[in-house]
Structures are given as C-alpha cells and as structure tokens.
C-alpha cells in the first residue's frame, strides 16, 4: 500500500534554531513528494516539491527538504526558525488509485516555535 | 485571486438534514478533489474527480455523493447529516495527474453537525 507517514504529533523548538518536521514514504515507483503548510483555520498551502533531480529541494519561506531514497524519507528543515513558522505542516505523496494520482496526506506534525 | 473558491465557509446542521459544499477553481485544472480534516487524522479523501465528466470513491465516501458539475465545480452532498461528519472539509485541484505540479486547495468548510 502507499502511504506516508509523519511520526512526531508536534515538533518544538528555539526561534532561531535549526528545525527538521520528519517524513517517511511507501510508494511504488517513483514517488511524488510534497509538503504543505496550513495555519489556523486556513486551507493547505504549498511549500515544496520532489519529482526528480537534486536530493536537496527548495522551497517557500526558506524551507528545505531532503529526499533521500534509500531511507524512502523526506525530511522537511529550516536553518533557523521563526515564531512565525509555528503551524500545521503536512507530507504527501502523489499515490496510484486504480487510473488516477492521488494525493495521500500524512497526519501533519504540529510545529511549535518558542520565542 | 485565483485559485478555489468553497462556500459556505461554515454551517451547523441538524443531523438528518442535507446540504451542498460547493467548490470552484479558475485554473483550468482537471483534477479535483474532496478532503475531510479530523484532529490526529489528516486529510482523508472523500471523493475525486480525474477529469470533468468521471467521479470515484477516495478512502471514506459512506454518507457523501458528489457531482462534477462542470470543469470547474465540484459539489459535496451530504444527504442525512449524522454528527459523525463533523469536519472541515476542503476542495483541493490539480491540473492533471501526468504534470505534477502541486494541488491548491480551497480555504475550507467547518461543518458541524448536532
């Protein structure tokens, strides 16, 4: 089956550390990858994507995100993180449903940036 | 701006009643989706639409139908409201599934259901 999973619920850390909001994948093939942000009461917003080429992706926001295929992961990092970055922050991957790509979420991981 | 458009952003049903969400995007995109977003769960997929025309069942479609109306909606019907689809539900598109572009998606519709 294809999925993708998020293992930490909430992620806390120092404004002006580094951040890493973990990513695992099951796919077959090649996979899509995605991450969104959502902040509250706000829909999803889109930060970055894998299709193919560098391992190292960058994004919106100063947002980066690492694939790494051997550990079918796709850690999403920040070099320095702001209050402002504290939200809802989802992993996806473009998933085969029968003739169509699908978009599979993750749970999310709550991302907490203390002042 | 562009992009999709849900309405209403919220509603309160009594359970048995019926209501459409409604969804519009003005991307020219194919795809269409709806999501369901519950505490711990995600984003669930109810239904989806590939392209105008062709609808099919995502991973919880009991007590949903919906309807492509044209390329550029995509309805939700509930038909009984039960408090169990208490939600915020949203519409996402995308432009086709070969060009992977990404998926915008609506702001949402908070649905509860007493």
């Known amino acids: 089956a294809q999925s993708v999973a998020q293992p930490e619920d909430q992620v806390n850390v120092a404004e002006g550390n580094p951040l890493t909001v973990k990513c695992t994948y099951s796919?077959?093939?090649?996979?899509?990858l995605f991450w969104y942000v959502q902040y509250p009461n706000r829909g999803l917003q889109f930060l970055l994507k894998?299709?193919?080429?560098?391992?190292l992706v960058k994004g919106s926001y100063g947002f980066e995100a690492e694939f790494n295929k051997s550990q079918t992961s796709f850690h999403l990092k920040k070099p320095s993180a702001l209050v402002s970055d504290s939200a809802l922050y989802f992993c996806?991957?473009?998933?085969?449903?029968?003739?169509?790509?699908?978009?599979?979420f993750g749970r999310g991981t709550s991302l907490i940036v203390h002042p | 701006n562009a992009g999709v458009t849900q309405t209403p952003k919220f509603q309160v049903l009594k359970t048995g009643q019926s209501m459409t969400l409604q969804c519009a995007q003005d991307?020219?995109?194919?795809?269409m989706y709806w999501y369901r977003q519950d505490p711990g769960m995600g984003l669930r997929l109810i239904y989806y639409?590939?392209?105008?025309?062709?609808?099919d069942k995502g991973e919880v479609p009991n007590g949903y139908n919906v309807s492509r109306l044209n390329k550029r909606e995509f309805s939700l019907r509930l038909e009984s409201a039960a408090p169990s689809q208490t939600s915020v539900y949203f519409c996402?598109?995308?432009?086709?599934?070969?060009?992977?572009?990404?998926?915008?998606f609506g702001s949402g519709t908070r649905l509860t259901v007493v």
């Open positions: 796919v077959s093939g090649n996979p899509y």
């Open positions: 639409s590939a392209s105008e025309g062709t609808t």
């Open positions: 991307m020219n995109h194919n795809s």
């Open positions: 996806a991957v473009r998933a085969q449903r029968g003739g169509s790509y699908i978009p599979t």
């Open positions: 894998y299709i193919t080429g560098d391992n």
């Open positions: 996402a598109s995308s432009e086709t599934r070969d060009r992977v572009y990404g998926y915008t």
